[in-house]
């Protein structure tokens, strides 16, 4: 295990409220990654960090934005919650120096009013 | 562009038959390949990867994948299931010279029948 942590687990917002999300990892991995999943959709990936300061978007990007400031904090933001990013989130580590698997934190569930 | 298609969305066996679940993958370039699990209620765990080595890959809990280029498939097997097998299953693409995203299929549920 990578030694991720998401924090919140469960959070509960209203519509139109900021939200963010917080993935810390203990690996000195490089890349990370947001991904939410939704029932039918598997999992969709948001936004992707390949370095300190170095983000993409993913396919989902719409509506949230990231950042990283350390190598081992990736911060996902909402501006704006809405209802349709009601999802589990998770974050995941990979790293192309060692056997470059994914690993992934144990969730974060949010549930947009 | 890389995707990965699973062909079944629901897979139901009784307990102690084999398990198949079909994975068809789409690569510009060499791919890899992973099964991820995920229990009811859990986060994701690696089953098995394929990086270019052997085209039979062995994982975790007796599963296994063969890599198939001329069928461009990565098809999940095991020859008896155990109810514990119960879960969602996630064939995964990567390409890393295109930014080492990964690229999941929409899952599998796997129901063992007693």
């Known amino acids: 295990d990578a030694g991720i942590t998401q924090s919140p687990r469960h959070k509960v917002t209203e519509t139109g409220t900021p939200v963010t999300l917080r993935c810390h990892q203990t690996?000195?991995?490089?890349?990370m990654y947001w991904y939410r999943q939704d029932p039918g959709h598997g999992l969709r990936l948001i936004h992707y960090s390949y370095g300190v300061k170095d983000t993409d978007k993913g396919e989902v990007s719409d509506g949230y934005s990231v950042s990283r400031s350390k190598t081992e904090d990736f911060l996902l933001t909402l501006e704006s919650a809405t209802s349709s990013q009601t999802s589990v989130y998770f974050c995941?580590?990979?790293?192309?120096?060692?056997?470059?698997?994914?690993?992934f934190g144990a969730g974060s569930r949010l549930t947009v009013l | 562009a890389q995707s990965v298609t699973q062909l079944d969305s629901h897979v139901s066996v009784s307990e102690g038959t084999p398990v198949l679940l079909r994975c068809n993958y789409s690569s510009s370039y060499s791919p890899s390949l992973f099964w991820y699990v995920q229990h009811p209620n859990k986060g994701l765990q690696l089953l098995l990867k394929y990086t270019s080595a052997a085209t039979l890959v062995k994982g975790i809990n007796g599963f296994e994948a063969e890599f198939k280029k001329s069928e461009t498939s990565f098809h999940l097997t095991k020859p008896s299931a155990h109810m514990s097998d119960a879960a969602e299953y996630f064939c995964?693409?990567?390409?890393?010279?295109?930014?080492?995203?990964?690229?999941f299929g929409t899952g599998t549920s796997l129901t063992v029948i007693p």
């Open positions: 995941a580590t990979a790293s192309l120096a060692g056997a470059n698997v994914l690993t």
């Open positions: 995964v693409v990567t390409v890393t010279n295109t930014g080492n995203q990964f690229y």
């Open positions: 690996e000195n991995h490089r890349y």
